[in-house]
């Protein structure tokens, strides 16, 4: 009698837990479409950096020293130009900075719409040709992925 007991124990315990493979697996496309809307894309998970920021563990820190290296490095770089002489009355330039995943670097003037009274090729070509031999910098993370950043920085021309 114990063994028969013992029979419909297992075989019950058997029948029932094939009910837990019976579940439908989701397909790879549904998974991947459900991680790719639960990423936030707006943000990154490390932002760009330069040596000298790496060792800075607060995150807001880090941000603030990668900013303010890149604005002293292009004010530096601005500041030993013609910018000053031929457009006196032009004293903060923004400049779209994009880094990219292979840690190269470009810059590119923004102006504003009504900017008639500067020459903007002549302004950009300036900043293209100052702006080389920048600092090495290591991209953005996500999601253990070097991607592209872009930001715009306001760039103090004139100091005074």
């Known amino acids: 009698m114990r063994k028969f007991i013992v029979f419909l124990f297992l075989s019950n315990l058997f029948f029932t837990s094939c009910q837990l493979f019976d579940k439908k697996v989701p397909n790879e496309k549904e998974l991947l479409d ?4 639960e990423i936030n894309w707006k943000e990154v998970d490390e932002l760009p950096s330069v040596s ?3 060792k800075i563990s607060d995150e807001n820190a880090r941000k603030q020293c990668f900013f ?3 604005t002293a490095t292009i004010e530096q770089k601005l500041a030993i130009d013609t910018l000053r002489t031929l457009y006196p009355q032009l004293d903060t330039i923004e400049v779209k900075v994009t880094v990219f995943p292979d840690s190269k670097i470009s810059f590119e003037p ?5 900017s008639v ?12 040709a100052r702006l080389i031999d920048f ?7 996500k999601r ?3 991607v592209k950043t872009q930001f715009i920085l306001p760039v103090i021309i004139k100091q005074e």
């Open 34 to 37: 459900k991680q790719l809307k």
């Open 144 to 146: 253990g992925i070097p």
């Open 135 to 141: 600092p090495k910098i290591s991209p953005a993370i």
């Open 117 to 128: 009274a500067y020459d903007t090729i002549r302004i950009d070509s300036i900043l293209r």
């Open 110 to 114: 923004q102006f504003p719409q009504d």
């Open 52 to 54: 000298d920021c790496e």
């Open 68 to 70: 303010d290296f890149l």
